[in-house]
T-cell receptor, first 106, second 114 residues
Framework: GQQVMQIPQYQHVQEGEDFTTYCNSS?????IQWYKQRPGGHPVFLIQ?????EVKKQKRLTFQFGEAKKNSSLHITATQTTDVGTYFC??????FGQGTELSVKP | DGGITQSPKYLFRKEGQNVTLSCEQN?????MYWYRQDPGQGLRLIYY???????QKGDIAEGYSVSREKKESFPLTVTSAQKNPTAFYLC?????????????FGSGTRLTVV
């Protein structure tokens, strides 16, 4: 069946460093969504990408959707302690990636 | 404010007991979903419903049951047939079938079998 793989599983960075998480699908996706879950909290919708090659920005966060619509990435520039949490992608038929847990050392 | 309310926040169950988790939304959303999250893992779909009186199994429906008698409510019953029920359960909704709309999640219920 369809799978959405997300890497890395964990990422530890120093505050101010950049961070990237990648999402890869075994099949072409109609769209992809990104969510953030703070420790002890619930996932919160960040953004949706629909078009091939689409790039969207939200302040320090940059989201990309691959040309083949099989992969996506989330890049955070100059991480802050408020960025701590787990970032999930979700694509296809209600399929979530395993998430990337980001920790930021002040 | 509109949103999704899940209750209780924490739930303890003895082995062999059924337990029902509540999920209520006042967003006028058509579709509702139940996900299970285990520590360090992603979200796995249990059941979803696109309209009242209709629902479909997700990837891990065994040992669970749902009902959708009202648009606002989508309760999940964890039955004694579920072999490993300890997990974090998340309810979500979208205006219609998920394509094109982000999920709104409730704050979750942490179920522990004791």
């Amino acid at each position: 069946g369809q799978q959405v793989m997300q890497i890395p599983q964990y990422q530890h960075v120093q505050e101010g460093e950049d961070f990237t998480t990648y999402c890869n699908s075994s099949t072409t996706l109609s769209n992809i969504q990104w969510y953030k879950q703070r420790p002890g909290g619930h996932p919160v919708f960040l953004i949706q990408l629909v078009k091939s090659g689409e790039v969207k920005k939200q302040k320090r966060l940059t989201f990309q959707f691959g040309e083949a619509k099989k992969n996506s990435s989330l890049h955070i520039t100059a991480t802050q302690t408020t960025d701590v949490g787990t970032y999930f992608c979700a694509g296809g038929k209600l399929i979530f990636g395993q998430g990337t847990e980001l920790s930021v050392k002040p | 404010d509109g949103g999704i309310t899940q209750s209780p926040k924490y739930l303890f169950r003895k082995e062999g007991q059924n337990v029902t988790l509540s999920c209520e939304q006042n967003l006028n959303h058509d579709a509702m979903y139940w996900y299970r999250q285990d520590p360090g893992q992603g979200l796995r779909l249990i059941y979803y419903s696109q309209i009242v009186n209709d629902f479909q199994k997700g990837d891990i429906a065994e040992g669970y049951s749902v009902s959708r008698e009202k648009k606002e409510s989508f309760p999940l019953t964890v039955t004694s047939a579920q072999k490993n029920p300890t997990a974090f359960y998340l309810c979500a909704s979208t205006p219609r079938d998920r394509a094109g709309y982000g999920y709104t999640f409730g704050s979750g219920t942490r179920l522990t079998v004791v």
